[in-house]
């Protein structure tokens, strides 16, 4: 199992830019994918943006041009990078591992949940 921590959630303007991080530990392994999901109250959890260990990304087209997903291997981190917020980007964001398992994708681990406000 896959430990995350993410931090830098909180309450910004329309317009604004939020930069959230996430830390992983355990049972993490260098080819595992790392992505942010998000959940807005009485919806379910959409992908937001996930990095390949070898750095392909994928973005929903919500976000494409305003958010930009990075990892450090190094450090076993992924980052989020938010600019021109909307009050629709509001929500819960998780961080997750993804690990390729033969033909499947099994997700190995979830945060906590950081908090993302936008007002408008």
């Known amino acids: 199992q896959v430990q995350l921590v993410e931090s830098g959630g909180g309450l910004v303007q329309a317009g604004g830019s939020l930069r959230l991080s996430c830390a992983a530990s355990?049972?993490?392994?260098?080819?595992?994918?790392m992505g942010w999901y998000r959940q807005a109250p009485g919806k379910q959890r959409e992908l937001v943006a996930r990095?390949?260990?070898?750095?392909?990304?994928d973005y929903s087209d919500s976000v494409k041009g305003r958010f930009t997903i990075s990892r450090d291997n190094a450090k076993n981190m992924v980052s989020l990078q938010m600019n021109t917020l909307k009050p629709e980007d509001t929500a819960v964001y998780y961080c997750?591992?993804?690990?390729?398992?033969?033909?499947?994708?099994?997700?190995?681990?979830w945060g906590q949940g950081t908090q993302v406000t936008v007002s408008s």
């Open positions: 997750n591992t993804e690990r390729r398992i033969g033909s499947a994708v099994a997700v190995t681990g």
């Open positions: 355990g049972s993490i392994f260098s080819s595992d994918a």
């Open positions: 990095i390949a260990a070898g750095g392909s990304k």
